[in-house]
């Protein structure tokens, strides 16, 4: 499959399991799990940065579609579409690594903790800014730092799990770059 | 000039997050001017389409449940039919009549129409419920909705052609007018964005008597309910140190999480007296 037409469909997907699955999901009102951003995190290493972020905003502003409610969810994404190209080469292992393979996964970071570093900073980011956005118009800081924090830890188990149940199999390819 | 175009090539990206970034937060302050222009017209319809067929298969897992509220709805209606009650003079024979005068010359004020609830959510800050019926089907702007136990549900903000958006009370601008229905005290019911089914009300003052377990209606003052709707009932009473009110926790009647059904209210005076408030206003400012 066409990396086009992969990203495409785990678009599609990832926000319909955003909207029908975990939001109609209440196991808490300080916890609210959140999988869509994933396609972030997957994008391929070779995207340009402004397209990265035009596409993590036009994710972030679907799910405000369905929401009715729109800039929270765009807003979180282009900040965390912004954060990742710096991550990524803060943790690649060696040099022409995001060349060799397609995009971040627990293989291409070289090893599981890193790629969980990665996932966990941008996870804690785009819950943070999220839910400090909603804050202000509430104005409870105390709930609002005991949410982004449940919530992170939540929906970073959803990652992990993903990982393990779907690994995308990733081919090292060669070197002529 | 060259220095500027090195300066916007060397941080293009940090600009484009700006941007980006200043236009989703445009997107939150300026809400409703946004929403009306975009959303009501073509997200709202794109989005309804996609949350009608994913109902279709959520509805039939709580058939059991909305019948159960539909039965009890009825009961409530049956026990209103004119068969139900008697005159002691038998000379005289009542008969309704559909055009708004009935034939004691009362004239219908509001009118009840039930819409399915295609999509509905509890879990955000801003809570929307979307309706199966819109402009095409009679339902306006601004009109109150209930569910089957005359419970208030929220207000609907945005029509298009075939679904409407209701702010449910679970929302940071939602402000309802309510009553106490001992007392009579008058106040507001807000959401705190904490606890879903779990409401506030203020505006109360302290030397009213409250209770827990007392009833809270919606008070008639607005044009969008009907007196005495139920809101909930009183849960906590906290005094509040700084002002002379209390904070007062309600549990609502409406459980939000399983709406299936629900029913808007067309206020059939509303345009009359919006013109008297209008007429009123004009004169005061000149």
Request: hydrophobic fraction near 45%.
């Amino acid at each position: 499959m066409s990396t086009l037409i992969k990203n495409i469909v785990r678009f599609i997907l990832l926000i319909l399991v955003q909207v029908f699955v975990l939001d109609r999901v209440h196991v808490h009102f300080m916890v609210t799990p959140y999988i869509y951003f994933l396609f972030i995190l997957w994008m391929p290493f070779k995207l340009g940065r402004t397209a990265q972020m035009l596409i993590a905003f036009a994710l972030g502003f679907t799910l405000d579609s369905f929401r009715h409610n729109p800039g929270f969810h765009a807003a979180a994404c282009v900040l965390i579409a912004y954060l990742r190209p710096f991550l990524i080469n803060i943790l690649i292992p060696q040099e022409g690594a995001d060349s060799n393979y397609e995009e971040p996964s627990p293989k291409s970071m070289g090893g599981f903790m890193p790629y969980l570093f990665y996932a966990g900073v941008l996870t804690l980011v785009h819950h943070a800014w999220l839910f400090f956005l909603e804050a202000l118009q509430f104005g409870n800081f105390w709930y609002f730092i005991i949410k982004t924090l449940l919530s992170t830890a939540i929906s970073l188990l959803l990652i992990i799990i993903v990982e393990l149940i779907f690994s995308r199999k990733q081919q090292f390819r060669t070197n002529t770059v | 000039m060259r220095n500027i175009f090195l300066f916007i090539r060397l941080y293009f990206n940090f600009i484009v997050l700006l941007l980006l970034q200043g236009f989703s937060i445009y997107l939150i302050v300026h809400y409703n001017t946004f929403h009306k222009a975009v959303f009501s017209g073509v997200m709202n319809e794109v989005t309804g389409k996609v949350n009608t067929e994913y109902n279709k298969v959520d509805y039939y897992f709580q058939l059991k449940k909305t019948n159960q509220q539909l039965a009890k709805d009825n009961e409530r209606l049956r026990n209103q039919l004119k068969e139900n009650f008697e005159r002691p003079d038998t000379t005289t024979k009542i008969v309704s009549d559909s055009i708004p005068y009935d034939t004691l010359g009362n004239r219908r004020k509001w009118m009840y129409l039930s819409a399915k609830v295609v999509s509905n959510s509890v879990a955000a800050q801003n809570n929307f419920i979307v309706l199966g019926r819109g402009t095409g089907q009679q339902l306006k702007k601004d009109e109150g909705v209930v569910d089957p136990n005359n419970g208030v549900v929220g207000i609907i903000t945005d029509v298009s052609e075939n679904f409407a958006v209701v702010m449910s009370l679970l929302h940071k601008d939602s402000k309802i007018s309510a009553k106490l229905k001992k007392g009579g005290d008058a106040g507001q019911v807000i959401w705190d964005g904490k606890d879903p089914n779990r409401l506030s009300l203020t505006d109360i003052r302290k030397s009213a008597k409250v209770a827990r377990g007392d009833t809270v209606y919606t008070s008639g003052f607005t044009t969008t309910f009907p007196y005495g709707l139920m809101i909930g009932t009183i849960d906590e009473i906290i005094p509040d140190k700084s002002t002379n009110n209390y904070l007062i926790k309600l549990k609502s009647t409406v459980n939000f999480y399983n709406l299936q059904y629900v029913y808007a209210i067309e206020n059939y005076q509303k345009e009359e007296i919006n013109q008297l408030l209008k007429t009123a206003n004009n004169k005061s400012n000149n």
